[in-house]
């Protein structure tokens, strides 16, 4: 019998530790490290059931390398997310907040999916009666696959090969346990072992796996974040409750870019592709009003339009500075340099920024943008229709950003004529029905707008 051994697995992030401590060396989380007990003779984090020595190293032009054919998802957005769709034996992850609709969006793959391959849908969280009622609710009541409302490693991985399933959607890895652990399913063990087992799975047997992950409040997949390392790509499903609209983006990704974005709506009967998000984030900005600029960032390789908002009032003391969707310390950085180089026209006010329709930007991009709306705002007069693309430096230079050419056409596309970019930036875009103003500082965008 092998001698057991314990190690302290942190909760949120997954590091292991040979003693307790009340603070994660690695995350710096308190109150986190919880013990973990696997059985010695083998590296914790496997299944414990592959057989050592199977595998021999073999020279790399021996491997075999035919293009794989990928598995359409049903979903365009779904597949430009994945890269182009389902590659057999793969292992993916679905994780977002609590409610997203991540139970909907992997009942609408599996039906499609079982159009082509036998489907194996294992929910530890709904019965299989709720399972139905959905599958009503979202049009999908005659979906060929079956439902297995298992949690046990074992008996799914069983019922998988005995089944001759080529696809196995689990809702969710927090509610699957290995019986070779006595912990509870969903902790940072069982979560970790079962994860491990149903790798092997997908990849001995060229079985796509398809968990659903649930995340902290912190945005991380609740278990260790060695989750993210095992599988081939982490798919998150983001949003706002308040709002119908849902992103899928691929946060990693083996099998095409990451950062790719899918955007759906929420609806009653289940989740609908939006063609042209652009349209749906920039909605009444199309009507001039004093404060509004639109700004093209990019989400993977897709443009999208963002109409950013910019309110500025008299200010107490000290004055206000709020964000909503963009870097606070960004917003600090740009009233500086905006200060610095035109009369400190900001100080003493109080500043709001938000992002329409509850999107975030993470990109410098979208400086430009927001010095836009900044003015805008100031002077309380809308500009004209334009798409503002550049970065701002602290030398208040308007620098040059990466797809600019990709960026121009989508404003064309939704109707402008006219977008402010950094310099030399002309010879890369097309010129065709859109005006193109270069700004090489702070300074000329100033003149430009007054
Ligand atoms: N009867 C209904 N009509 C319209 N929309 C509904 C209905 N029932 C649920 N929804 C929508 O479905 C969403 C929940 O979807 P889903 O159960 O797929 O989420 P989930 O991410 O799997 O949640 P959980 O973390 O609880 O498993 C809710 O946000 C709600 O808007
Ligand atoms: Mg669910």
């Known amino acids: 019998m092998a001698k057991e051994k314990t190690v302290y697995v942190c909760g949120e992030c997954g590091r292991e530790s040979h003693r307790w401590q009340g603070k994660c060396p690695a995350c710096g989380a308190w109150n986190t490290l919880a013990p973990f007990t696997a059985?010695?003779?083998?590296?914790?984090?496997?299944?414990?059931?592959?057989?050592?020595?199977?595998?021999?190293?073999?020279?790399?032009?021996?491997?075999?390398?035919?293009?794989?054919?990928?598995?359409?998802?049903?979903?365009?957005?779904?597949?430009?997310?994945?890269?182009?769709?389902?590659?057999?034996?793969?292992?993916?992850?679905?994780?977002?907040?609590?409610?997203?609709?991540?139970?909907?969006?992997?009942?609408?793959?599996?039906?499609?999916?079982?159009?082509?391959?036998?489907?194996?849908?294992?929910?530890?969280?709904?019965?299989?009666?709720?399972?139905?009622?959905?599958?009503?609710?979202?049009?999908?009541?005659?979906?060929?696959?079956?439902?297995?409302?298992?949690?046990?490693?074992?008996?799914?991985?069983?019922?998988?090969?005995?089944?001759?399933?080529?696809?196995?959607?689990?809702?969710?890895?927090?509610?699957?346990?290995?019986?070779?652990l006595d912990s509870a399913p969903g902790g940072v063990g069982q979560v970790r072992e079962s994860a491990a087992a149903f790798l092997q799975l997908a990849k001995e047997n060229e079985i796509i796996v398809f968990l659903v992950g649930h995340v902290t409040k912190d945005g991380a997949v609740a278990g260790p974040r060695l989750l993210e390392h095992m599988v081939d790509a982490v798919i998150s499903f983001e949003g706002d409750n308040r709002h119908m609209y849902r992103l899928l983006r691929a946060v990693k990704n083996r099998f095409g870019p990451a950062g790719e974005i899918g955007v759906f709506e929420m609806c009653g009967d289940g989740l609908r592709e939006v063609e042209n998000p652009s349209a749906l984030f920039i909605g009444e900005s199309a009507r001039p009003a004093p404060g509004s600029a639109v700004a093209v960032t990019m989400e993977g390789t897709r443009p999208l339009l963002l109409e950013v908002q910019a309110l500025i009032t008299a200010g107490g003391y000290p004055p206000r500075r709020t964000v909503n969707g963009m870097d606070y310390h960004r917003l600090l950085m740009l009233l500086a340099v905006l200060d610095k180089r035109n009369k400190a026209v900001f100080q003493g006010k109080d500043v709001f920024i938000n992002i329409a329709g509850g999107l975030s930007i993470d990109e410098p991009a979208a400086d430009l943008a927001v010095a836009a709306a900044l003015f805008s705002g100031l002077r309380d007069a809308a500009l004209e229709p334009a798409a503002f693309i550049g970065e701002i430096g602290l030398t208040g230079e308007v620098r040059g950003v990466p797809h600019l050419a990709a960026r121009v056409r989508e404003a064309a596309k939704f109707g402008f004529r006219s977008c402010v970019i950094p310099p030399a930036g002309r010879g890369e875009i097309e010129f065709d029905g859109i005006k193109a103003y270069e700004v090489s500082d702070v300074g000329e965008l100033i003149s430009l707008l007054s």
């Open 39 to 180: 059985p010695s003779g083998r590296r914790s984090g496997g299944s414990g059931t592959r057989a050592g020595g199977a595998a021999r190293p073999i020279p790399l032009p021996a491997v075999a390398m035919e293009e794989r054919e990928r598995i359409p998802s049903g979903s365009p957005e779904l597949d430009r997310v994945l890269g182009g769709g389902f590659l057999p034996g793969s292992f993916l992850l679905l994780s977002g907040d609590p409610g997203i609709g991540k139970s909907t969006l992997i009942l609408q793959t599996a039906a499609f999916l079982a159009r082509s391959k036998k489907i194996l849908y294992v929910s530890g969280e709904e019965s299989a009666r709720q399972i139905r009622l959905r599958a009503e609710r979202l049009g999908l009541g005659g979906a060929d696959f079956h439902i297995y409302t298992e949690t046990a490693f074992r008996l799914i991985r069983e019922q998988t090969l005995a089944g001759g399933y080529g696809a196995v959607f689990v809702d969710s890895i927090q509610t699957v346990f290995v019986e070779t």
